[in-house]
C-alpha cells in the first residue's frame, strides 16, 4: 500500500526556518517525480513546488522561489521541503503528492499533511 | 503562468440532481487536466486524470470533458456522499501547476 507520511511542521515565527519532511512506503519513491501542494485554513489547495527523480529539475510556484527548497533523497525513500524566511501567509496544511504519468500528469497519492503556522 | 478559474464557486442541489462544475484554463492546456475531490477535513483525492479518464475505483457517475481551455466535471446523479470540493488542477508542461478556486457542492 503506497502511504506518504509527512513531518516538521509547527508554530514558527515570521521570517523563521522550518524544513518539512516526506517519508514514503509501499513504493519506490526514486521512480516518481514528487510534488509538495498547500492549503491555507479555510481556503483553496495551491501547488507549491516539484522535484524530478533524481533532482536534477525543481520547479515552485512564484510566491517561494527563492525562499523555498525541494530536496529529495532517495536512498531513505524521502522528500523535503527546507522553508527560509516564512510569511504569515505561508500559514497552512502542507501536503506531499506523488506524481503519475500515466497518459496525463497528475497526483495520484497524497500525505496527510502537517501544519505550518507563521505566527509571533 | 496559466490561471485556472471554476464555476460556479458552490452550489447546492437535491440527491438524484445532475450537477456540472465548469473550470477555464488562461490558455490551452490540451487535456492535461485533473480533478480532485476534498471531502471536509480530509485529503484532496484524484477523481479524474487527462480531463476524461476515471481514476480507478471512482463511482461511474462522474464524468470528465474538455480539452484546451474549457472542461466539465459531471455528476449525473448525485449521492449525499458526494458533498465535497472540487477542484480542477492544470499540469501542463509539469513545471509549473496550478489549481482552481475550488466548487464546493453542498446536498440540498
Known amino acids: 500500500e503506497v502511504q506518504l507520511v509527512e513531518s516538521g511542521g509547527g508554530l514558527v515565527q515570521p521570517g523563521g526556518s522550518l524544513r518539512l519532511s516526506c517519508a514514503g512506503s509501499?513504493?519506490?519513491?526514486?521512480?516518481?517525480?514528487m510534488s509538495w501542494v498547500r492549503q491555507a485554513p479555510g481556503k483553496g489547495l495551491e501547488w507549491v513546488a516539484n522535484?524530478?527523480?533524481?533532482?536534477?529539475?525543481?520547479y515552485y510556484v512564484d510566491s517561494v522561489m527563492g525562499r523555498f527548497t525541494i530536496s529529495r533523497d532517495n536512498a531513505k525513500n524521502s522528500l523535503d521541503l527546507q522553508m527560509n524566511s516564512l510569511r504569515a501567509e505561508d500559514t497552512a496544511i502542507y501536503y506531499c503528492?506523488?506524481?503519475?504519468?500515466?497518459?496525463?500528469?497528475?497526483?495520484?497519492?497524497w500525505g496527510q499533511g502537517t501544519l505550518v503556522t507563521v505566527s509571533s | 503562468d496559466i490561471q485556472m478559474t471554476q464555476s460556479p464557486s458552490s452550489l447546492s442541489a437535491s440527491v438524484g440532481e445532475r450537477v456540472t462544475i465548469s473550470c477555464r484554463a488562461s490558455?490551452?492546456?490540451?487535456?492535461?487536466l485533473n480533478w480532485y475531490q476534498q471531502k471536509p477535513g480530509k485529503v484532496p483525492s484524484l477523481l479524474i486524470y487527462?480531463?476524461?479518464t476515471l481514476r480507478g475505483g471512482v463511482p461511474s457517475r462522474f464524468s470528465g470533458s474538455g480539452y484546451g481551455t474549457d472542461f466539465t466535471l459531471t455528476i449525473s446523479s448525485l449521492q449525499p456522499e458526494d458533498s465535497a470540493t472540487y477542484y480542477c488542477?492544470?499540469?501542463?508542461?509539469?513545471?509549473?501547476?496550478?489549481f482552481g478556486p475550488g466548487t464546493k457542492v453542498e446536498i440540498k
Open positions: 503528492a506523488r506524481i503519475l504519468y500515466r497518459g496525463g500528469i497528475f497526483l495520484d497519492y
Open positions: 509501499g513504493f519506490t519513491l526514486s521512480n516518481y517525480w
Open positions: 522535484i524530478k527523480q533524481d533532482g536534477s529539475e525543481k
Open positions: 490558455r490551452g492546456v490540451n487535456d492535461y
Open positions: 487527462s480531463a476524461s
Open positions: 488542477q492544470q499540469s501542463y508542461g509539469a513545471t509549473t501547476w496550478t
